[in-house]
């Protein structure tokens, strides 16, 4: 570990778990409620722990709460490793009963989350009642940027969106295609270009991780895309789509080619746009077996679903 402290075995696992509490809620009181004791008995626990490290960890101030020291930061990443690998421990001596057990904290790409979040729910939370698992969307490489500083175990994402420090496993591969409603010029083509395009309506999904990665490749094809709308949600987009206001570039795809509102959509291939592969980011190359087996679990619903989409073209492209 990064840092050496002056007797770490003075300061207790249950310190530790009150440390890391005490940081992420901000306040003393708010980390007490958390872990359900006294505001009296976490401040003993945080002194006794700064006094085990034989360093200030924190500052704690009626307006401002609890900041972390420089030493505190690093000595917080610390903590959370050293919490997980006893998790992981007491693990190991449930693996007679072939149990799972410990917290497991995922973050999601909004994007990929209505398609793996409900699959992760059933097939793993339901079936592993002792792990803990929490369950994070949001922006894609914020989320990974949060993994880094020890706020996730791994982040599903895309592979096109991984940041420095990061590495990942393939789920499921990428295959991007353009978005059209049936009326559309290009909705009868087996492929397309992105310059076939050319100044045709685009429909955005507006969000950071897609505009840095989606706007340049379509500049490399040969467009500048004429952005008409823009939205935060897949579904509002397709919906757009659907309503003939424009076209747009997509990589998940729901199993049927249907709007919300009942309208029916046409994908298109793209012949020369980069796709980006559904993958879990992680940070440690040693893995919990908790997030070893969601791991596996994704991979094989991935071949799954990759061996089915397969399937249903083969009839069309023969």
């Given at each position: 570990?990064?840092e ?18 005490a ?7 708010a ?47 610390d ?5 997980s ?16 057990v410990?917290?497991?904290d ?15 729910a ?20 914020a ?51 992105i ?52 076209w ?71």
């Amino acid at each position: 570990m990064g840092e050496r402290y002056l007797d770490p075995f003075h300061f207790t696992l249950r310190q530790l778990q009150h440390f890391i509490a005490a940081a992420e809620a901000g306040t003393v009181t708010a980390a007490a409620a958390k872990v359900h004791i006294s505001q009296a008995a976490m401040s003993q626990s945080l002194n006794e722990l700064e006094r085990s490290v034989g360093q200030q960890l924190m500052v704690r101030t009626r307006t401002h709460g609890i900041q972390l020291t420089s030493s505190g930061r690093r000595f917080l990443a610390d903590a959370r490793d050293l919490v997980s690998r006893a998790a992981d421990v007491q693990q190991e001596m449930r693996d007679r009963a072939d149990e799972l057990v410990g917290p497991l904290d995922i973050g999601v790409y909004t994007a990929v989350a209505p398609f793996w979040v409900p699959f992760i729910a059933e097939h793993f939370v339901v079936p592993n009642p002792h792990v803990t698992v929490r369950i994070v969307e949001g922006d894609g490489k914020a989320l990974q940027q949060q993994m880094v500083e020890g706020r996730f175990d791994a982040v599903l994402t895309h592979s096109g969106h991984l940041i420095d420090g990061v590495r990942h496993r393939v789920i499921r591969n990428g295959k991007a295609y353009a978005l059209v409603s049936p009326d559309h010029r290009l909705a009868g083509c087996k492929s397309a270009r992105i310059k076939d395009f050319g100044n045709d309506d685009f429909v955005l999904l507006d969000v950071p991780a897609v505009r840095d990665t989606q706007l340049p490749k379509l500049r490399a094809g040969g467009i500048e895309p004429n952005i008409r709308w823009r939205s935060t949600s897949l579904e509002a987009v397709r919906g757009l789509v659907a309503r003939g206001l424009g076209w747009s570039v997509l990589v998940q795809r729901p199993p049927v080619d249907v709007s919300y509102d009942g309208l029916p959509l046409v994908t298109v291939p793209l012949d020369d746009f980069e796709p980006s592969d559904i993958c879990v980011a992680y940070v440690q190359e040693r893995h919990s077996r908790r997030l070893k087996e969601l791991i596996s679990l994704c991979q094989t619903e991935g071949a799954r679903l990759d061996a089915k989409a397969e399937s249903i073209r083969a009839p069309t492209e023969a």
